[in-house]
């Protein structure tokens, strides 16, 4: 078996059903297979799977288990000698797949490869780009990340020409790994729920001597936030956490500090300038983001629940 497409997914059934049939309609030239992983949906995905795509195998989560550990689920049954983690708002383009495993065949010293994401309109996505620092995560916490000279320095990427780019961190929506690397560097981290893993991931492969990569021409449409945009003020509060995460694990307590004083005083910001403005609406999305991310423990309704829990078994395979 060469590749192990594995698509987590919560309640974007229809989303999921147009990115399993992308696959089938655009399949690397080798020998595949496809793991879905559901995290509880409540709108019929896991049966939509089974009923229409028997070829897949189907893991059903009896609760929301994060975007880490359910991808760790299927990496661990999968056994691809490359694994593709892809989101379920994706459309797989022509030859995509092929082009990516045809890189890696090619570059002995890739550990990951990510290719450039294109928008519903075909524009393309800032889906890669440097490590975040405290300064850069600051100034985007500010939105100064779009501004010169902070997008210049520290800002996210798109391919501008060549057919391939080297990297630091790549958006997970499309991020193809070799497993001997997750052999050397480990799954990705379970400890965050959702967001960053990626990043994580991206840095423990670049510090363990590979590189990472992303293609300019084997483009991927990803139609971004369709599962996060459900509950935005619960997943902007998890956004803040997660990059918190990354910053105490690989630069210490005192820069997650400073980060997290960084955090709260834009979300604070936010919410008094919007107010302001009469935006009354964003202004309360702003106000349930403090609330979330200031609990001391996250009320993470629904999709942030049980991150604990025991997985069922397979469904089927």
Same mark, same amino acid.
């Given at each position: 078996?060469?590749?192990?497409?594995?698509?987590? !997914?919560? $309640?974007?059934?229809?989303?999921?059903?147009?990115?399993?049939?992308?696959?089938?309609? $655009?399949?690397?030239?080798?020998?595949?297979?496809?793991?879905?992983?559901? !995290?509880?949906?409540?709108?019929?995905?896991?049966?939509?799977?089974?009923?229409?795509?028997?070829?897949?195998?189907?893991?059903?989560?009896?609760? $929301?288990?994060?975007?880490?550990?359910?991808? $760790?689920?299927?990496?661990?049954?999968?056994?691809?000698?490359?694994?593709?983690?892809?989101?379920?708002?994706?459309?797989?383009?022509?030859?995509?797949?092929?082009?990516?495993?045809?890189?890696?065949?090619?570059?002995?010293?890739?550990?990951?490869?990510?290719?450039?994401?294109?928008?519903?309109?075909?524009?393309?996505?800032?889906?890669?780009?440097?490590?975040?620092?405290?300064?850069?995560?600051?100034?985007?916490?500010?939105?100064?990340?779009?501004?010169?000279?902070?997008?210049?320095?520290?800002?996210?990427?798109?391919?501008a020409r060549g057919e391939y780019q080297a990297t630091d961190w790549l958006l997970g929506a499309a991020?193809?790994?070799?497993?001997?690397?997750? !052999?050397?560097?480990?799954?990705?981290?379970?400890?965050?729920?959702?967001?960053?893993?990626?990043?994580?991931?991206?840095?423990?492969?670049?510090?363990?001597?590979?590189?990472?990569?992303?293609?300019?021409?084997?483009?991927?449409?990803?139609?971004?936030?369709?599962?996060?945009?459900?509950?935005?003020?619960?997943?902007?509060?998890?956004?803040?956490?997660?990059?918190?995460?990354?910053?105490?694990?690989?630069?210490?307590?005192?820069?997650?500090?400073?980060?997290?004083?960084a955090f709260t005083s834009s979300i604070r910001l936010k919410h008094w300038s919007y107010n302001l403005?009469?935006?009354?609406?964003?202004?309360?999305?702003?106000?349930?983001?403090?609330?979330?991310?200031?609990?001391?423990?996250?009320?993470?309704?629904?999709?942030?629940?049980?991150?604990?829990?025991?997985?069922?078994?397979?469904? !089927?395979?």
């Amino acid at each position: 078996m060469e590749l192990s497409i594995i698509v987590v !997914n919560w $309640n974007t059934r229809e989303l999921l059903a147009q990115c399993l049939d992308s696959v089938y309609a $655009n399949p690397p030239w080798c020998a595949f297979e496809v793991w879905v992983v559901d !995290n509880a949906s409540s709108d019929g995905s896991a049966q939509m799977v089974r009923e229409r795509f028997p070829q897949v195998h189907l893991m059903a989560n009896s609760e $929301n288990v994060g975007f880490a550990r359910a991808n $760790n689920q299927a990496i661990a049954l999968s056994e691809g000698r490359f694994i593709l983690l892809l989101n379920s708002d994706t459309i797989v383009q022509p030859n995509a797949l092929s082009h990516m495993l045809a890189f890696m065949d090619a570059h002995a010293e890739a550990g990951i490869v990510g290719t450039q994401l294109l928008n519903a309109d075909g524009s393309p996505q800032w889906c890669f780009g440097p490590f975040p620092s405290l300064m850069s995560e600051s100034a985007r916490a500010f939105g100064l990340n779009t501004r010169w000279p902070f997008a210049a320095l520290w800002g996210a990427r798109r391919c501008a020409r060549g057919e391939y780019q080297a990297t630091d961190w790549l958006l997970g929506a499309a991020l193809m790994v070799r497993r001997a690397v997750l !052999n050397d560097v480990g799954l990705l981290d379970a400890n965050y729920f959702m967001y960053s893993e990626e990043v994580d991931l991206a840095y423990r492969v670049k510090r363990a001597g590979w590189q990472n990569f992303v293609l300019c021409d084997a483009p991927i449409i990803h139609l971004g936030q369709q599962s996060t945009s459900q509950i935005p003020a619960a997943m902007k509060a998890e956004l803040f956490r997660s990059k918190l995460k990354y910053f105490r694990k690989f630069h210490g307590k005192t820069a997650a500090a400073l980060l997290r004083l960084a955090f709260t005083s834009s979300i604070r910001l936010k919410h008094w300038s919007y107010n302001l403005r009469g935006q009354r609406d964003v202004a309360r999305l702003w106000a349930a983001t403090w609330q979330e991310f200031s609990a001391s423990e996250p009320m993470r309704v629904n999709v942030l629940a049980a991150v604990n829990a025991e997985p069922r078994t397979p469904v !089927n395979r």
